[in-house]
């Protein structure tokens, strides 16, 4: 079971991101990218940017940590070195995942002002290259061809949006988009915002999974 972003019934923007940090794993699909990682030892903290230096470094850890990769949104278009606007089969115009999505992602849903990408859901009628019409267009980034990595730590800050239907998320897949295993590093159902959801999938003679529900801020309400 893939867990991807959902939209609802009124159009607005899904997410917005500003920075993300990695230290060691294998990225897929993920939206904003920091990475960094220490290769004698896989730290389990945050990373964060010393305001005072610029350096990266885990959140309480100390070290020599590396960056691997990393994205500031601070151009006015998508990093096509970095980022494609879709899943990996996506036809140059859009995508479905199935799953009885409801959405067509498509790069006009994704904008960038201030520092910020903005990936926009939209209620709106669209005739899609797959032949097929959807009610509601969505905006998704992956790193899917662009980066992988074995192990590292990731880390983003962004705003989840409110209402019931979306399903904000930031996740991983194997490079070789076999399925499972999978690490739903957080996911936030619109309804619940101030609720993440952390889930690692993986293959046991049949599909396991563990996590947790981590109740907290409204995600919402501000960046984090």
Known sequence: ???????SKRGQKITKLQKIVLLSGVLILPLLIIVLQQ???????????DPTTGSVQP????????????DEFSGTSLDSSKWIPCYPYWDGQGCNHGDAELQWYQPQNITFS??????????ESKQASNGKTYEYTAGMVSSAGKFTETYYYMEMRAKSPKGKGYWPAF??????????PEIDV????GH???????????????????GQANTGVDYSADYH
């Open 1 to 7: 079971m893939k867990k991807v972003k959902r939209v």
């Open 39 to 49: 290769r004698q030892d896989i730290r389990q903290r945050a990373a964060a940017v």
């Open 59 to 70: 959140v309480g850890q100390t070290g020599n940590w590396q960056l691997i990769f990393s």
């Open 114 to 123: 201030g520092g910020i990408m903005n990936l926009i859901g939209k209620k």
């Open 171 to 180: 996740w991983t897949l194997p490079a070789d988009e076999t399925w499972p």
């Open 186 to 189: 957080m996911e936030i159902l």
């Open 192 to 210: 619940e915002p101030n609720v993440a959801h952390t889930t690692y999938h993986w293959i046991d003679g049949d599909h396991k999974q563990q």
